[in-house]
C-alpha cells in the first residue's frame, strides 16, 4: 500500500492523461481575529484541511459529506472565488491558486458554477435574457446583438425552456424552471468544468429527478466535467462516476460509485450509507444498523488523531493519536482509516 502525497495523490486521480482538474493539499483556513484597534489572529478555523482529488475531461466526481464539512468551501477555492490558505489548484495545467483577479479573468470563461439557491442566484430585476447575457457582456462577446439573442434562445432550447420566456422575470418560474436558467447562465461560456453547488438540495423530489438527468444529458451532449457537490447520496450515485468522501475538511475514501456503494471501507463512510432509506420494508429491517452518536467536533478544533474517531464505533487507541492518511488500497481506491492502513505504511 502507497500513502498519498500532497503533490500527486495517486488515487486521487481518474487514470487518464486528459486531466482537467487537480487539486493537491488544498487548504482553507479562516482567522479569527481579536481586538477592535490592534487586531490579532487568536484562533483559525480549518474548513478545508489537505484535500486532494484529480477530474477527467467528461467525467463527473461527486463529494459527499455533512453539512460544514468543508464541500461548498472546497468548490470555491477551485473556482477562486475563495483564496486558498495553501496547496494547488490545476485547471488544464495552469495552476491557479495564486491567480490575482486579472489572471482569472480568461480562465473564468472555462469554469463555471451552478448554485443551490434557485431562487437567491438569479437577479429579480433582470429578465431571463439579460442573466444569461450577462457572462457573455462581461466577458465582451455580446457586441453582436442579434447574435447575443439567438445564443440566448439556444440555451433556453438546450435546458428545456421556451425561447419565449427569455423576457420574463424570474419570479415568474417555478424552482426547477429557475435552476435550468442557473444552468443556461453556466454554460453561456461554453465552459470545461462546472462546479454544482447542491443543485437539486432546494428543489421538490419530483423535479430533482428531471434536472439530474438535464445534467447527465448536457454533460454527454458537450462533454462538460463535473464537480457534483451534495449531501444526498442517491443524487450522487446516479450522477457521479466517482464519489469522494468528505469529513471535518478532509477526504476520508474515494472510491468509484459502485465500488463505495457495495463495499464502503471508511466506517463514516459505512455510517452515511446506512442512514439511506430503503424503500423495500423488508430489505430496510434486515439491514444492519451503525449508529454514530455525538456531535461534528468544531473546525476551530478539530481532535487529534483522526478526525472521526470521537464518533466512530471502530476507533482503537492508535486513532487518537495518529491521523491516517489517504492511502492508495487499489487502482480507483483510497482510503485514511488505520482498519485499513497500518500507521507505519
Given at each position: 500500500m502507497q500513502t498519498l502525497?500532497?503533490?500527486?495523490?495517486?488515487?486521487?486521480?481518474?487514470?487518464?492523461?486528459?486531466?482537467?482538474?487537480?487539486?493537491?493539499?488544498?487548504?482553507?483556513?479562516?482567522?479569527?481575529?481579536?481586538?477592535?484597534?490592534?487586531?490579532?489572529?487568536?484562533a483559525t478555523v480549518k474548513?478545508?484541511?489537505?484535500?486532494?482529488?484529480?477530474l477527467e475531461r467528461g467525467e463527473t466526481l461527486g463529494l459527499v459529506g455533512e453539512s460544514g464539512c468543508g464541500?461548498?468551501?472546497t468548490g470555491l477555492a477551485v473556482l477562486r472565488m475563495l483564496a486558498p490558505t495553501a496547496g494547488r489548484i490545476l485547471f488544464e495545467g495552469t495552476d491557479i491558486a495564486q491567480?490575482?483577479?486579472?489572471?482569472?479573468?480568461?480562465?473564468?470563461?472555462?469554469?463555471?458554477?451552478?448554485?443551490?439557491?434557485?431562487?437567491?442566484?438569479?437577479?429579480?430585476?433582470?429578465?431571463?435574457?439579460?442573466?444569461?447575457?450577462?457572462?457573455?457582456e462581461v466577458h465582451g462577446l455580446a457586441n453582436d446583438r442579434a447574435a447575443a439573442r439567438t445564443r440566448v434562445d439556444e440555451l433556453l432550447r438546450l435546458v428545456g425552456l421556451l425561447p419565449d420566456m427569455a423576457d420574463r422575470y424570474p419570479h415568474e418560474f417555478s424552482g426547477g424552471q429557475r435552476q435550468r436558467i442557473g444552468i443556461a447562465r453556466a454554460l453561456a461560456l461554453e465552459p470545461t468544468l462546472i462546479v454544482c453547488d447542491e443543485p437539486v438540495s432546494a428543489l421538490d423530489v419530483?423535479?430533482?429527478?428531471?434536472?439530474?438527468?438535464?445534467?447527465?444529458?448536457?454533460?454527454?451532449?458537450?462533454?462538460?466535467?463535473?464537480?457534483?457537490?451534495?449531501?444526498?447520496?442517491?443524487?450522487?450515485?446516479h450522477i457521479s462516476d466517482r464519489i469522494a468522501v468528505m469529513y471535518l475538511g478532509r477526504i476520508v475514501e474515494i472510491a468509484r460509485r459502485d465500488e463505495l456503494y457495495a463495499s464502503p471501507l471508511h466506517p463514516y463512510t459505512q455510517a452515511l450509507?446506512?442512514?439511506?432509506?430503503?424503500?423495500d420494508p423488508e430489505v430496510e429491517a434486515a439491514r444492519p444498523r451503525m449508529?454514530?452518536?455525538?456531535?461534528?467536533?468544531?473546525?476551530?478544533?478539530?481532535?487529534?488523531?483522526?478526525?472521526?474517531?470521537?464518533?466512530?464505533?471502530?476507533?482503537?487507541?492508535v486513532c487518537k493519536t495518529i491521523d491516517p492518511q489517504l492511502t492508495d488500497l487499489s487502482q480507483g481506491r483510497a482510503v485514511a482509516c488505520h482498519l485499513h492502513v497500518s500507521p507505519n505504511t
Open positions: 502525497s500532497s503533490e500527486a495523490p495517486a488515487m486521487t486521480r481518474a487514470g487518464g492523461a486528459d486531466e482537467v482538474l487537480r487539486v493537491s493539499d488544498l487548504k482553507v483556513h479562516f482567522p479569527i481575529m481579536s481586538g477592535a484597534i490592534f487586531k490579532r489572529e487568536i474548513a478545508v484541511d489537505g484535500v486532494s482529488f484529480s464541500k461548498s468551501t491567480h490575482d483577479a486579472s489572471a482569472m479573468q480568461a480562465i473564468r470563461r472555462r469554469m463555471q458554477m451552478v448554485y443551490q439557491d434557485p431562487y437567491g442566484s438569479l437577479n429579480p430585476r433582470m429578465t431571463v435574457r439579460d442573466i444569461i447575457l450577462e457572462p457573455l419530483s423535479i430533482q429527478a428531471q434536472v439530474v438527468n438535464l445534467f447527465m444529458d448536457l454533460q454527454e451532449r458537450l462533454g462538460l466535467t463535473y464537480l457534483f457537490i451534495a449531501h444526498d447520496l442517491a443524487v450522487v450515485r450509507l446506512a442512514a439511506v432509506p430503503v424503500a449508529i454514530v452518536t455525538g456531535e461534528v467536533p468544531s473546525a476551530l478544533r478539530p481532535p487529534p488523531g483522526c478526525r472521526f474517531h470521537t464518533r466512530c464505533p471502530s476507533a482503537m487507541p
